[in-house]
């Protein structure tokens, strides 16, 4: 069942990992969100039902049965997304996955609490044949798998914005230093995560950081070659962080922004 009114939900199917891979936390593809064409179509007059069913790239014949079967109990054809697993990774025997719902920001959220601990309804369907994998492309599911371009047409290009947000953080800056002493101020720019689950995997041995399609991640002390990522720490108790940055539901670029601070357990 689709969750009450929220400014945004998804489900993203990953490769959790395996022994061969390690824990990688990888995506297979785009995540079935509030925003995608199969969650804002009119369900047979009921917007509330959709299945997301993950099956391997040879189980044609059983997504086929289980399509079937979903839309006899009245969900549409149409608001039936099926995520894809390789056939690469089918084959080990030692892969996990799991799916992860993201929900932010519940308009309710007395109605929120309930449905997140309605316990909705999870089926796992195992089935067995004379051959696991086959190399008939006819008898495969597509896989893509699909990333889409997140460009839209009523996006502003941001990088326009550049000149402004330098001149916002200047001024900023000098009036900080009216109060504190100016060489004590330091400038630390965020850098974004460019991690693509499906390119990951194929790099064994690194982690995949349980990458969102949807998402952009940005964070200090980010290497590009690199998926080892340093904490930004404050060092003393006086010290204070100020962040700055562009609102992209303004410029329509996103559909919520957040920052998020971790405290250890000696904090």
């Known amino acids: 069942e689709r969750p009450p009114p929220v400014e945004y939900f998804s489900f993203t199917t990953y490769c959790l990992g395996s022994i061969k891979r ?3 936390f990888a995506s297979l593809g785009d995540s079935l969100n509030s925003h995608s064409p199969k969650m804002t ?6 917007t509330t039902l959709f299945a997301h069913v ?3 790239e040879s189980s044609r014949e059983t997504v ?9 109990s009245g969900i549409s054809e149409e608001a039936i997304h099926v995520a894809v697993v390789p056939n690469r990774l089918a084959e080990e025997s030692t892969a996990f996955y799991e ?3 993201r929900l932010f920001r519940f308009e309710n959220q007395t109605e929120g609490d309930i449905y997140l601990r309605s316990k909705q309804p999870v089926f796992y ?6 051959s696991t994998t086959t190399t008939d492309t006819k008898k495969l599911l597509p896989n893509k798998p699909i990333y889409k371009d997140r460009f839209h047409p009523d996006s502003e290009n941001e990088q326009l914005l550049k000149s402004e947000l330098h001149a916002y953080q200047n001024n900023l800056l000098g009036n900080l230093n009216q109060t504190f002493d100016a060489s004590s101020i330091q400038t630390i720019n965020f850098s974004p995560l460019f991690i693509i ?11 995949c950081l349980g990458d969102s399609p949807d998402a952009a991640y940005f964070g200090s002390n ?5 998926d080892a990522i340093q904490s930004l720490i404050l060092p003393h108790d006086n010290e204070f962080h100020l962040a700055t940055a562009v609102d992209h539901r303004m410029t329509h670029s996103g559909i919520y922004s957040s920052i998020t601070l971790l405290k250890t357990n000696e904090a």
Do not use: W
Not at 197 to 207: A, E, M, Q, R, V
Not at 222 to 226: D, L
């Open 64 to 72: 086929e049965r289980i399509q079937g079967a979903l839309t006899e």
């Open 197 to 207: 689950g499906s390119k990951c995997l194929d790099n064994i041995g690194h982690l």
């Open 41 to 46: 179509i009119n369900n047979n007059g009921n």
């Open 22 to 24: 390690g824990l990688v």
């Open 99 to 101: 799916v992860v719902l």
């Open 54 to 56: 993950v099956a391997t």
């Open 125 to 130: 369907i195992k089935g067995s044949s004379a």
């Open 222 to 226: 980010i290497i590009p070659s690199s």
